[in-house]
């Protein structure tokens, strides 16, 4: 959850300076950076107890996380409209909720949880579930 709670504290920031400077479209670019990273949010399944499960499983934490995104994505798109009172409304549910992925996260971490007793593993190291899709440099 380390990479939502990145994303939680720049939604965070850019409410603090849009409160303060009342600039849209500043906050509306702002805004657009933070939709781009949400989007490229993926599954970490490089990891101990993800990679080596079915594929078929591996499609419904996929289709789960597409999920989540487009309802996150869907959220911070309406802030674009908002006037202030609104958009700080829906800001402090956005906080409050981790941007609708913490369910995401339970679901998971509950997942691997019980991979780990169903197959008898003791030591399967903490990882971030989350990660961010690397880009290629052009």
Do not use: C, W
Request: charged residues 30%; aromatic residues 6%.
């Amino acid at each position: 959850m380390m990479l939502i709670d990145e994303l939680l504290q720049e939604l965070a920031d850019i409410s603090t300076e849009f409160n303060h400077e009342n600039d849209a479209e500043i906050r509306n670019l702002k805004l657009d950076l933070l939709i781009q990273r949400v989007e490229s949010i993926e599954v970490n399944m490089s990891e101990a107890p993800l990679e080596s499960l079915d594929i078929k499983v591996k499609k419904v934490f996929n289709q789960l996380l597409l999920k989540h995104k487009v309802k996150s994505v869907s959220s911070l798109q309406s802030l674009k409209q908002m006037n202030k009172r609104s958009y700080n409304r829906v800001v402090r549910t956005l906080i409050s909720k981790r941007l609708f992925f913490s369910g995401l996260n339970n679901t998971m971490t509950r997942s691997i949880s019980s991979y780990k007793e169903k197959n008898k593993l003791q030591h399967i190291q903490p990882f971030q579930i989350f990660v961010e899709r690397e880009y290629e440099k052009q």
